[in-house]
C-alpha cells in the first residue's frame, strides 16, 4: 500500500490540526511533506518537529526568523507564493485546502493547476470564484474531494445513487448558537456569546459565520458548484442535533442520508483516503440513545446573511465574491469590538449593492472586486 504524502494549506487551524491528528493515527499511509500558516508561529513549529515535516510555510514575514531559527534542517519558506509552489511539487499526493478566507483561493487554483487531489475545506475558494475554480478542475484533471461535513455527505449519498440524478438536496445547518434566541436578544449578542457553538469546534471565523447562517449561505454556493446543480434544488433544513450532515432526494420521493457523530476527522480522513475509509478513533453513533432527531426551516428574517447569499446566486457574476469580502471584514470588525452582530448583514448588503458589478469576471476581476468589497465594508466601520 503506497504512502500518501500530504501538505496542509492552514495546518494551525481547526481543520488543519485535526487533519494532522488523522495523520498521527496512521503514520504508515500519510507523511507530511508541507505545513503553511499565517501567524501561528509557535504551534507550526511543534507541528513540523513532531512530523518531522521537511518544508513549513511562514506568511507573516515578522515571524519567519522565529520560525527559521527554531527549525534548522527544515526548509523554512515566506509568503503565499512559495506555498502555491510548494502544493505543486511532485511528491505531493494530496493537498488539504484549510486555510481560511480569501486568501486559501490562490493555493487551491495552483494545486489544482497541477492536478493533484484536493481534500478542499477552504468555502471562500468556491463562493469567490466558483465558475473558475470548477473550469480549471476539468481543464487540469484535478479531484476534489469535499471537507465540508455537509459536502462530504452529500458526495457520500450521490455515490450510493448510481447514474440517478439528484432531485433535491437538503442541506443540514445546526442553527448555531442563537437559533432559539429572539432577533432582539440576537441584535446585543456579544463575541463571546457568538463564539459558543453547541455542536462543533472551529476557529473564530468559521463560528461567527455559523452564527450569522452565512456559513450555510457559503456552503449553498458551494454545494451549487460542486455538484453542479440550480440554487433553486438546494434546500437549507435545520437539525439541531448534527447526527445527520445532509440528504438527497430522488425522483422517486426516497432520500439518502449521511449519519455520523459530530467529528470533522471523518470528512477530513475520508478526503484524504478517498476510497477507503480508516478506522478512526472516537465516538461511535448509539442509536439506542438517540431520542430525537428534529428539523425544521431556517428562519431567514433573524439570519439574513443566509438570504443574501441566495441572493448573490441570483445576481451572478462578482456578487458572490463581493458578498465573501465584505463578510470577512464584517466578521474581523465584530470580532475586534468594534460593529455589532446584525451589523454584518447591513455591511454585506450595502457592500452588494456598492460594488462595480462584472457579469463574466475572469481572475483579476474576482482579485479585484475583493479589494474593493473588502475596502467598501472598512469605510463603513467606525475608526479604532
Known amino acids: 500500500m503506497k504512502q500518501k504524502t500530504i501538505a496542509i494549506l492552514g495546518s494551525t487551524g481547526s481543520i488543519g490540526t485535526q487533519t494532522l491528528d488523522v495523520v498521527s493515527q496512521f503514520p504508515e499511509r500519510f507523511s507530511v511533506f508541507m505545513l503553511s500558516a499565517n501567524n501561528s508561529a509557535d504551534l507550526l513549529i511543534e ?26 534542517g527544515v ?15 511532485p511528491e505531493v499526493d494530496v493537498v488539504v485546502a484549510a486555510m481560511v478566507g480569501f486568501s486559501g483561493l490562490k493555493p487551491t487554483l495552483s494545486a ?61 445547518a445546526s442553527g448555531g448558537p442563537f437559533r432559539t434566541w ?25 463560528t461567527i459565520d455559523s452564527a450569522t447562517m452565512m456559513n450555510k449561505g457559503f456552503e449553498v454556493i458551494e454545494a451549487k458548484w460542486l455538484f453542479h446543480v440550480p440554487a433553486e434544488k438546494i434546500h437549507v433544513v435545520v437539525h439541531p442535533e448534527s447526527i445527520i450532515h445532509s440528504m438527497v432526494e430522488f425522483a422517486d420521493g426516497a432520500v439518502i442520508a449521511q449519519l455520523g457523530c459530530p467529528d470533522m476527522r471523518l470528512p477530513i480522513s475520508l478526503a484524504m483516503a478517498y476510497p477507503e475509509r480508516l478506522s478512526l478513533s472516537g465516538k ?66 450595502r457592500v452588494m449593492d456598492g460594488v462595480n458589478f462584472v457579469a463574466d469576471p475572469s481572475l483579476d476581476d474576482i482579485f479585484a472586486t475583493h479589494h474593493q468589497a473588502y475596502h467598501l465594508a472598512e469605510q463603513s466601520f467606525p475608526t479604532v
Not at 116 to 122: E, G, H, M, V
Open 47 to 72: 507541528q513540523a518537529r513532531r512530523f518531522h515535516v521537511p518544508h513549513v510555510v511562514i506568511c507573516n514575514p515578522q515571524k519567519y526568523a522565529r520560525v527559521k531559527e527554531a527549525l534548522p
Open 75 to 89: 526548509q523554512v519558506h515566506l509568503g503565499i507564493d512559495a506555498a502555491c509552489d510548494l502544493v505543486q511539487a
Open 112 to 172: 489544482i493547476r497541477a492536478a493533484k487531489t484536493l481534500a478542499l475545506a477552504n468555502k471562500e475558494t468556491l463562493v469567490a470564484a466558483g465558475p473558475l475554480v470548477m473550469g480549471e478542475v476539468e481543464r487540469c484533471g484535478a479531484r476534489i474531494y469535499p471537507v465540508d461535513s455537509e459536502h462530504s455527505a452529500i458526495f457520500q449519498c450521490l455515490e450510493g445513487a448510481g447514474d440517478n440524478p439528484l432531485h433535491l438536496i437538503h442541506l443540514t
Open 182 to 206: 429572539s432577533r432582539e436578544q440576537i441584535a446585543l449578542a456579544t463575541k463571546a456569546e457568538a463564539l459558543k457553538h453547541p455542536n462543533w469546534d472551529m476557529g473564530a471565523k468559521i
Open 284 to 349: 461511535r453513533l448509539d442509536f439506542s440513545s438517540l431520542k430525537n432527531l428534529t428539523f425544521f426551516e431556517p428562519d431567514r428574517a433573524k439570519f439574513p446573511c443566509l438570504q443574501l447569499a441566495f441572493d448573490a446566486i441570483g445576481r451572478g457574476g462578482n456578487i458572490p465574491c463581493a458578498m465573501n469580502a465584505a463578510n470577512e471584514a464584517a466578521v474581523a470588525a465584530f470580532l475586534a469590538g468594534r460593529i455589532a452582530f446584525y451589523d454584518i448583514p447591513r455591511t454585506i448588503m
